[in-house]
RNA sequence: GGCGCCAUCGUCUAUCGGUUAGGACAGCAGCUUUUCAAGCUGCGAAGCGGGGUUCGACUCCCCGUGGCGCUGCCA
């Protein structure tokens, strides 16, 4: 009773451990949405309570990993602005530590080699799933002596256990799993080449990583990870599991949704848009506040607030934020991103655009558009009534020039405007819908609009 | 099959037992207008089903249903 006052104390005296949080990727595709929302978090995290955000490349499948893929992913990370705060750290860089931890687990007893072939774990994988059995390898070879031959290495799980694995959750609260049903856990091919399980155990004790952050596909496996880092000596970290990012079908957000991949969106969002919206997907800041900087995102940010349901992502409200984000620009950042082309038409531009797919939308500001006679015709007129407007506008501008031409207009139009409007903006822009033809026609000049009005004619 | 997570407008969500169930995106309508966009104004739109607990459940509990995840010598 004593012990467990004192204990109590302690725990509330002692230091609190020092905030370390990772993101650990594997390099075998571009850097996906839900990683770089997975990334966001953290290290907000880590922002928030004055922690260390931490990259770990978990690069243990040699086969698979791909250093273009790195390449990416840290691009992708510095682009949203997620600086990490020591060097990255590398699977495959660390293998000797892996290798002590899993001879340590070997001699010890608690791991063992099993010789099993890969078909006859299939067979048996097989019959359980058809029978009622509990889908678990219990390995008869931990009663062999230590033979560090063939097979996989597995950590020793007491199948007769009644004890529970409880993970607690900082979004989803306590969550238990029975001992039992775990099985022999596979953790290395040989003492060199671990498995991902174990490597990531391994490294988040190491590392000291004090809360892991990651997605919710991995709370099943979370059970797993606590048992091994009890076989090894290591206190387990806090675990938040992040909801998923969800396609429209509900499913996971996987290639054949479309992108995925962060570089794709890159190409067409700003990255402040891509951070706001993927942070407020999942976590909503207080008074609801959804357009919001990072810096405020950084006070604000609470995990354990973090949303428990997957999320769908919306493209629309991506380009939403995008053009709100946008019409935040100054000139000079806008012209920068979109080039200095555009500098005449700018404040169009900044009104009307969400992506940068939109700018295909003023190219016939820089060349002659082609024109479909049939579209010259305004509403219940006829296509001779549009030519012949048109030839009296021009006949206008030859003579005054582009001054005053809007008041000019409007006088010619009167009773019907769009009569001298609408075949105008046909004439000079080939498109339905366009800025204003008055403003369109004083950016191209007077030569220029007499050339393309003639053109229509 | 086993284990686990989740469940409010089309979408993302607010509500921490008592609200006309609020906001945002999208949609629609109106205003403005030569078109489109923007802008402004307005409208429609939700508590999965069944049991409890309670004076009172969207909210707490149980069951069901549905969605998703895990169940690898992938990560």
């Given at each position: ?28 595709g571009f850097l996906h949405i839900g990683t770089a929302q ?420």
């Amino acid at each position: 009773m004593l012990a467990v006052f004192f204990c109590a104390i302690i725990k509330l005296v002692t230091i609190p451990v020092p905030i370390r949080v990772r993101l650990a990727p594997s390099p075998t595709g571009f850097l996906h949405i839900g990683t770089a929302q997975s990334a966001i978090y953290n290290w907000l995290f880590a922002r928030k309570n004055g922690g260390t955000f931490i990259v770990r490349i978990e690069d243990t499948d040699r086969a698979r990993s791909e250093k273009q893929y790195e390449d990416d992913i840290l691009a992708g990370l510095k682009g949203l602005g997620l600086e990490w705060d020591e060097n990255i750290y590398r699977q495959s860089e660390r293998t000797k530590m892996y290798e002590e931890q899993v001879n340590k687990l070997l001699d010890g007893g608690k791991a063992f080699w099993c010789r099993h072939t890969p078909e006859e774990l299939e067979a048996e994988r097989q019959a359980q799933l058809a029978g009622k059995d509990l889908p678990r390898h219990i390995c008869v070879h931990r009663e062999d002596p230590l033979q560090r031959d063939g097979g996989v290495i597995r950590l020793h799980i007491d199948s007769n256990s009644t004890r529970k694995i409880i993970v607690d959750d900082v979004i989803r609260g306590k969550i238990e799993f029975e001992e039992r049903l775990f099985g022999d856990i596979s953790i290395a091919r040989t003492e060199t080449n671990v498995l991902f399980h174990f490597a990531n155990v391994v490294d988040d004790g190491e590392m000291r990583i004090s809360h892991v952050i990651r997605g919710e596909d991995h709370l099943a496996n979370t059970p797993k990870h606590i048992l091994i880092a009890e076989a090894l000596g290591f206190e387990p970290p806090r675990y938040a599991h992040l909801p998923l990012l969800l396609a429209p079908d509900r499913t996971k957000l996987s290639k054949r949704h479309g992108a995925t991949a962060l570089k794709d969106y890159v190409k067409e969002f700003l990255p402040e848009a891509i951070f706001n919206y993927l942070a407020v997907l999942s976590f909503t800041p207080p008074a609801d506040k959804e357009k919001i900087s990072r810096e405020e995102l950084m006070e604000v940010f609470e995990l354990e607030k973090v949303h428990k349901t997957g999320a769908i992502f919306d493209v629309k409200k991506l380009e939403w934020f995008n053009g709100e984000y946008i019409k935040k620009m100054s000139d000079d950042e806008l012209l920068m991103m979109i080039g200095q082309k555009y500098e005449k038409i700018l404040t169009m531009v900044r009104e009307r655009m969400k992506t940068k797919k939109d700018l295909e939308e003023f190219d016939f500001f820089f060349e002659t558009p082609m024109i479909d006679p049939e579209m010259l015709t305004w509403k219940k007129s006829t296509l001779e009534e549009s030519r012949t407007m048109l030839a009296r506008v021009k006949n206008i501008i030859e003579k005054d020039g582009l001054e005053n031409l809007r008041s000019k207009l409007d006088e010619l139009g009167a009773g019907d405007r769009g009569l001298v409007y609408w075949p105008l903006r046909v004439a000079l822009s080939g498109k339905k819908a366009s800025p204003d033809p008055v403003d369109i026609a004083i950016i191209l000049g007077k030569e220029e609009v007499i050339k393309r009005i003639e053109k229509a004619i």
